[in-house]
């Protein structure tokens, strides 16, 4: 039968283990015969961390973190227990639009683990809440690099507008509410974080601590995935159009910036960045992977779906960019 015919959990460890060695000693093989790759690589991740991330996302984190360790989230469901699944809603929806990933994703995963969420709500909150951030697509993707900034308004629609019409549909379905703990759940959960977090200053100090230590995590992979890009774009014979999809694939930023340099006409540079913009790239989902580990969410899904957004963007863009283009 179907049982039988699963490797049994050993065996997959022993595979998941050999993967790993393997990776490892072709990875250390790359860096000590291109040393000069590898360091531009870490350094170019580095500053994307260091300049772009670091000071746009880490003050969201540390707030998000203070509404979490304060338990205001599940102090309102105490309050509000008829609209709980709508507000945890809205509190995932919005600073995952607004602020970019993984702010979604961690918020998504801390509500979905303490309950405010159903496990069918949480992933599909994950999927279209967790997104790259208005400030980085309009300054960075369509200033800098596609020099289009009046296409800034068009570009948020077709960003925006298909992963937030299954929020807007969630938001009008009640039977989500019958799901969420009862108040006095959210009185047990209070109680026992409010045991943790006594003070003023030791909420701030955790809530400092843990933005810091995603910070870390999301530059750990920000830095591998350069090392990676710097691999692919100077040592796999490819053609500039095919290595620039390549390096999209791996990292959104180092692959639109290398597009934003590169001689392909307007149209087709347009469709590939919105396109990236709208999948995220293999970075952003270790990044995402990261902070949900624990939570009952479907990475697999996430993945799926986040294919599936990105086909229906580039098929928006080619169609807007035709009419606008006439």
């Known amino acids: 039968d179907a049982y039988h015919h699963k490797s049994p959990p050993c065996l997959i460890k022993c595979d998941m283990k050999k993967i790993i060695l393997l990776f490892v000693i072709l990875f250390l093989l790359f860096a000590l015969s291109h040393p000069a790759l590898t360091l531009t690589g870490a350094s170019n991740g580095l500053m994307i961390w260091f300049e772009k991330l670091l000071p746009t996302l880490l003050p969201f984190l540390i707030a998000v973190n203070l509404l979490q360790n304060a338990d205001i989230f599940t102090s309102a469901l105490r309050f509000f227990p008829r609209a709980g699944s709508v507000m945890a809603i809205l509190a995932a929806a919005l600073p995952g639009f607004l602020f970019g990933l993984p702010v979604g994703a961690k918020l998504t995963a801390d509500f979905t683990e303490k309950g405010l969420l159903t496990q069918k709500a949480g992933n599909l909150l994950l999927i279209c809440c967790n997104q790259l951030s208005p400030a980085f697509v309009g300054s960075y993707v369509m200033i800098q690099c596609l020099n289009s900034p009046d296409l800034i308004p068009v570009s948020y629609l077709l960003l925006y507008l298909p992963p937030a019409i299954p929020v807007v549909i969630l938001l009008a379905r009640p039977a989500l509410a019958k799901d969420n703990p009862s108040p006095a759940a959210a009185d047990r959960i209070t109680t026992k974080k409010a045991s943790r977090f006594q003070t003023l200053f030791q909420i701030i100090d955790a809530s400092i601590l843990n933005g810091f230590e995603t910070i870390a995590k999301l530059g750990g992979y920000l830095i591998f995935f350069g090392i990676l890009c710097q691999y692919l774009e100077n040592l796999l014979p490819l053609s500039q ?42 970075c952003t989902h270790a990044q995402t992977f990261s902070v949900i580990s624990g939570a009952p969410l479907s990475k697999r899904r996430y993945v799926v779906a986040k294919t599936v957004f990105a086909l229906i963007t580039l098929l928006l863009s080619f169609g807007a960019l035709t009419i606008l283009s006439r």
């Open 241 to 282: 159009t095919a290595n620039g999809c390549v390096m999209m694939l791996m990292e959104v930023t180092s692959g639109i910036h290398y597009f934003s340099g590169s001689a392909l006409p307007f149209f087709p540079k347009y469709l590939l960045c919105m396109t990236a913009l709208s999948f995220g790239g293999l």
